[in-house]
C-alpha cells in the first residue's frame, strides 16, 4: 500500500466504467472504509475477473490475493474463531470455552508434524529446525500444513493467489447460489521460510508473515499445490495473542470484498461457464488415494471429541 495506507478499490473501478477520468487518486480509500461500505455484487466469473484485472492495474506495487467464503464473515485464524469442525466428525467444538488448551496441543502436533517431514524439502530444512533456539519463527512450517489440511486450528489464515479457486471456495463445491470473495494487497511474500531465522547483519522480517505454500510443502503434498495456496499469521504468536478479538492480520490490507451472485437459470449455471468452469473438488480437495501426503497422515493421526473438547492422538505404528 501506499499514499499513507490508501488502496485503489471498487470505488475507483466505478469511476474507472462511468467516465474514465485522467486522475483517480482521488478515489483511493483506507481498507477499513471499503470494509464498512464497499460490497460490490459480480453475476459471472467473468464480471468478477474484469473486476480485479483492474484493481491488479491499479495496485501495481503489491500482490493481491484472495479469500472465498460461503458466509459474510469477517476472515480469522482458526485459533481465534468461536467454532472448528473437528476432523472426521460431523460436529463443532467451541473454542471461546478452551482457546488456552487448543493452543497448548498446537506444539505437540507440530512436533510430530516434524517427524513426518524431516528431509522432504529438497532445498530447505524449516520442518527440521523449528524446534532449535532460533528457530521459533520456522513453526509457520508445521502451522502451514496443520492448516491447510485442517488437523488442528493455528493462528493462520488461508488466501489463494487464484481467482477461480477463491471464488469456487465461495459457492462450495455443492453449488450454494451465492458467497463472497475478499481480496487483499500484499507486499511481502516469503518464499524459503529459511529466511526467517535470525542471522548477523540482516534486519528481521515484520510480522505477521506471509508464506507461499508452493515453497513451503513438499512437492507430495497435493492439496496446497493445487489450491495456489498462501498463509498469512504471526510467527512469533503466544498465549497473549488468544485475546485478539478483531482481524489481526488483514484489516489494513483489504482492497475488495464481492458477494458472488450464481442464478442458475434452467437449471444451469449463470456465473461459471466452460470458459471459466467451477474447479471440481477433487481439484483442490484430492482424496488420500489421490494426495500421497493425505494419506500418511490419515494413517499417522486420529481425531474425537471427548468430553466435549476436540482430542489429537497419534497412531501407533
Known amino acids: 500500500m501506499d499514499d499513507q495506507g490508501k488502496v485503489y478499490g471498487v470505488k ?6 462511468t467516465s474514465k477520468p485522467a486522475y483517480l487518486g482521488a478515489t483511493k480509500q483506507f481498507p477499513r472504509e471499503i470494509e464498512d461500505m464497499w460490497t460490490h455484487t ?3 466469473f467473468r464480471q468478477l475477473f474484469r473486476v480485479v484485472a483492474f484493481l491488479n492495474v491499479m495496485n501495481k506495487n503489491t500482490t493481491l490475493l484472495f479469500r472465498g467464503q460461503t ?3 469477517e476472515p480469522r485464524p482458526t485459533l481465534l474463531r468461536d467454532t472448528w469442525a473437528v476432523p472426521g466428525s460431523q460436529s463443532r467444538v467451541d473454542l471461546t470455552i478452551d482457546r488456552d488448551y487448543y493452543w497448548a496441543q498446537l506444539g505437540p502436533l507440530s512436533g510430530l508434524m516434524r517427524q513426518l517431514l524431516a528431509g522432504e524439502l529438497p532445498r530447505h530444512a524449516p520442518f527440521d529446525g523449528f524446534q532449535q533456539r532460533d528457530g521459533m519463527r520456522l513453526r509457520i512450517a508445521p502451522w ?3 492448516q491447510h489440511y485442517e488437523l488442528w486450528p493455528t493462528p493462520l489464515i488461508d488466501l489463494t493467489s487464484s481467482l477461480r479457486v477463491a471464488a469456487t471456495f465461495a459457492l462450495g463445491a455443492r453449488g450454494r447460489n451465492e458467497g463472497y470473495v475478499f481480496v487483499y494487497d500484499v507486499a511481502d511474500i516469503v518464499t524459503d521460510l529459511m529466511d526467517l531465522v535470525p542471522r548477523p547483519n540482516r534486519e528481521p522480517l515484520s510480522e505477521p508473515i506471509t508464506c507461499r505454500l508452493s515453497a513451503v510443502c513438499p512437492p507430495q503434498m497435493d492439496r496446497p499445490h493445487l489450491q495456489e495456496g498462501f498463509l498469512i499469521g504471526n510467527s512469533q504468536f503466544t498465549r497473549k495473542h488468544l485475546l485478539d478479538k478483531a482481524n489481526p492480520y488483514l484489516a489494513d490490507r483489504f482492497v475488495a470484498k464481492f458477494h458472488l451472485v450464481d442464478e442458475k437459470k434452467s437449471g444451469r449455471s449463470s456465473f461459471w461457464n ?7 473438488r477433487g481439484s483442490l480437495l484430492p482424496r488420500a488415494a489421490d494426495d500421497d501426503f493425505k494419506g500418511v497422515l490419515d494413517s499417522a ?15 501407533e505404528t
Open 12 to 17: 475507483t473501478w466505478r469511476a474507472w466504467e
Open 42 to 44: 459480480v453475476h459471472s
Open 301 to 315: 493421526i486420529t481425531h474425537e471429541i471427548v468430553e466435549g473438547r476436540a482430542a489429537w492422538r497419534a497412531v
Open 71 to 73: 458466509q459474510d464473515l
Open 274 to 280: 466452460p470458459d471459466f468452469p467451477k474447479h471440481r
Open 144 to 146: 502451514a500444513v496443520i
